[in-house]
T-cell receptor
């Protein structure tokens, strides 16, 4: 089974709708991240969390919110989706304090906002 | 401003040759640099990590160099194979920082 899972894998929604993307991990890592990827722009950090009580904004947090429900779960919400939020979204985990500096990525969620 | 730059043009090489990808950065004090592979529609997968006090790191057919004076890392794939075709991302973690900064990636095509 995959260490980092994301649901849904694909989603089509309409402008103004609220949607939630979910991420779960079995690696036991403390740190979790949400990124979006657009062609030619690479991965851009939306939010990150170092433990259940810690939430931090990344470089492009406007229009997004997150919830860290447990060490293993980190959800990303789009409160009112807009077309320029159409992108590929990735969740990732790491644990530098345990020597796991590398990031482990989920399979991604492809989101289309009409 | 702080930037990580990778060649946006795709790299096309013949099978068996060595592929060399470049990652340049500005205005960062790196703690370590990582290289990831990404296949279309899939999440990046970690390949190699090199620390700021290391000059070179190898793993099988892969080699990474890190020159903090030139602010550059080179990623080499020797004896390249069509299965090596993918996008390769470099990523930098800075001293005292809490997140990883990713480059946009370079697409590699290896022709049989």
């Amino acid at each position: 089974d995959a260490d980092v899972t994301q649901t849904p894998r694909n989603r089509i929604t309409k402008t103004g709708k609220r949607i939630m993307l979910e991420c779960s991990q079995t690696k036991g890592h403390d740190r979790m991240y949400w990124y979006r990827q657009d062609p030619g722009l690479g991965l851009r950090l939306i939010y990150y969390s170092f433990d259940v009580k810690d939430i931090n904004k990344g470089e492009i947090s406007d229009g997004y919110s997150v919830s860290r429900q447990a060490q293993a779960k980190f959800s990303l919400s789009l409160e009112s989706a807009i077309p320029n939020q159409t992108a590929l979204y990735f969740c990732a985990t790491s644990d530098p304090e345990r020597g796991e500096e590398t990031q482990y990525f989920g399979p991604g969620t492809r989101l289309l906002v009409l | 401003s702080q930037k990580i730059e990778q060649n946006s043009e795709a790299l096309n090489i013949q099978e068996g040759k060595t592929a060399t990808l470049t990652c340049n950065y500005t205005n960062y004090s790196p703690a370590y640099l990582q290289w990831y592979r990404q296949d279309p529609g899939r999440g990046p997968v970690f390949l190699l990590l090199i620390r700021e006090n290391e000059k070179e790191k190898r793993k099988e057919r892969l080699k990474v160099t890190f020159d903090t004076t030139l602010k550059q890392s080179l990623f080499h794939i020797t004896a390249s194979q069509p299965a090596d075709s993918a996008t390769y991302l470099c990523a930098l973690d800075i001293v005292g920082g809490f997140k990883t900064i990713f480059g946009a990636g370079t697409r590699l095509f290896v022709k049989a």
